[in-house]
């Protein structure tokens, strides 16, 4: 027999569980929000968070920061499958360049601690314009906040992550769960605002590693950061001036292939940008993984990846590229041709080592295309600047910069028919390698 007291009181508890956990802002129980960009990141930003509940709220309040006008965008929902985590995405579109922009999840947010700001990029380059790179970012979440703080300290315009994120090798969400949670509190820049990823995959976010289903094996990546219909290897171009060019090390796709035409296309396109980057996992000049009666660049992935995206990389071009895995810092020689051009060759910067244990790096003498190596956590800093090449800098984790390179030849193009290549004749001299 049901009598009416019981049933007013489950009404009131209903009531207090729809309270928590409907469109009230201080009830969302966020586990991460994070930026990605949509196809024009000077004109739109993507919102994307993750919490536990199916049923909370998809609103995003949101205004140009100093505007009285709030605006609202209502986004897709979907479940993190398999796990029974919530996330949330809708694209913010119609911005305008190099602003300023705050919003809210289920309500305005109310004071300069409440909800989170963005900043959308420039359509010029007429100010300095930074991002932060690196990969291998969690072997426990306190090196990765210790990196994170470091990245916020920069405070850059994004962040070009070159995978193994979180360790999760496509099951254990519990680590996605921990990296959401680090990158929108320990990588906030000032004033709430977020650092936008541009990701490419790493082996750790593949069941397996390598040669993955997509998207089973990888459940994770895929659900976070690859749209409906889109792939793991992808362009980004921001303005007129730059351009990003993201491939996957044969973790979902292989190296040879569709993505190796895809990668001469895409290069191609972008033959008259100013600055063009490349990153991808997997490094085809690296320090610390290589076979057992060999060196690193021996590494059979390493002579897959120089066989089949280098000719197009020697011919297009890139400012630099970015390569990670190693659990190392490294800086390489100019390269072209698999010999050291100290004139037109390509620079590779690498190698992965944001918030892992090191490995030891290789002596210098027998590391040949090795300009630089120790065994240090760090990040790349990238300032391009209006007037002056771009800059490249690692720091460590205290704000260290321990490394500095400027960017020069901006686009190193092959030299043409009937000019000397500038290739030396012996050994090149080798800048010690110290493993601190
Ligand atoms: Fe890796």
């Excluded at 992550?161 to 990296?179: I, Q, S």
């Excluded at 100013?274 to 590494?299: E, I, Q, R, S």
């Amino acid at each position: 027999v049901v009598t009416g007291r019981p049933t007013a009181l489950a009404a009131l508890v209903l009531g207090i569980v729809a309270a928590a956990t409907g469109g009230v802002a201080s009830g969302q129980d966020v586990v991460g929000v994070y930026l990605t960009y949509p196809a024009d990141p000077t004109t739109g930003m993507v919102v994307n968070w993750v919490n536990l509940y199916p049923q909370n709220t998809g609103t995003v309040w949101f205004r140009e920061t100093g505007t009285d006008e709030w605006a609202s965008a209502e986004a897709e929902h979907s479940q993190l499958a398999p796990s029974a985590l919530q996330l949330r995405r809708v694209e913010l579109g119609g911005l305008r360049p190099d602003r300023p922009y705050e919003f809210g999840i289920g309500s305005r947010p109310e004071g300069r601690d409440k909800g989170w700001r963005f900043r959308t990029m420039p359509a010029r380059l007429e100010r300095l314009v930074r991002f932060v790179s690196g990969g291998d970012m969690m072997h426990s979440r306190e090196q990765l906040d210790r990196m994170n703080r470091q990245a916020a300290r920069l405070e850059p315009d994004f962040a070009l992550l070159g995978g193994d994120f979180a360790y999760a090798n496509g099951v254990a969400a519990m680590r996605w769960v921990d990296w959401l949670g680090s990158w929108s509190s320990a990588a906030l820049a000032r004033d709430r605002r977020l650092i936008p990823i541009v990701p490419a995959i790493g082996n750790h976010e593949v069941r397996g590693g390598y040669g993955g289903e997509i998207p089973k094996d990888a459940p994770y990546y895929y659900g976070l950061f690859v749209r409906p219909g889109g792939r793991s290897y992808h362009a980004l171009d921001v303005g007129d001036y730059l351009s990003l060019v993201v491939l996957d090390s044969g973790h979902t796709e292989a190296i040879a292939g569709p993505q190796a035409s895809w990668l001469a296309e895409a290069l191609a396109a972008r033959e008259a940008r100013p600055y063009l980057f490349v990153a991808y996992h997997f490094p085809a000049y690296g320090t610390a993984k290589g076979p057992a009666d060999g060196l690193a660049v021996d590494h059979p992935r390493s002579a897959e990846i120089r066989e089949h995206w280098l000719p197009h990389l020697d011919r297009f071009g890139p400012t630099a590229v970015f390569e990670h895995d190693h659990h190392t810092f490294k800086r390489t020689h100019r390269l072209r041709g698999h010999r050291r051009d100290d004139e037109n060759g390509l620079i590779f910067l690498g190698d992965g080592a944001w918030g892992v244990k090191t490995r030891p790096v290789p002596a210098a003498e027998s590391a040949w295309w090795l300009a630089k190596a120790e065994a240090r956590n760090h990040l790349w800093a990238i300032d391009l600047r209006p007037s002056a090449p771009p800059l490249a800098r690692a720091f460590d984790e205290d704000g260290e910069i321990f490394d500095e390179v400027e960017l020069v030849p901006v686009r190193p193009m092959p030299v043409p028919e009937g000019l000397p290549v500038a290739v030396p004749e012996s050994e090149p001299e080798l800048e010690p390698a110290t493993a601190s």
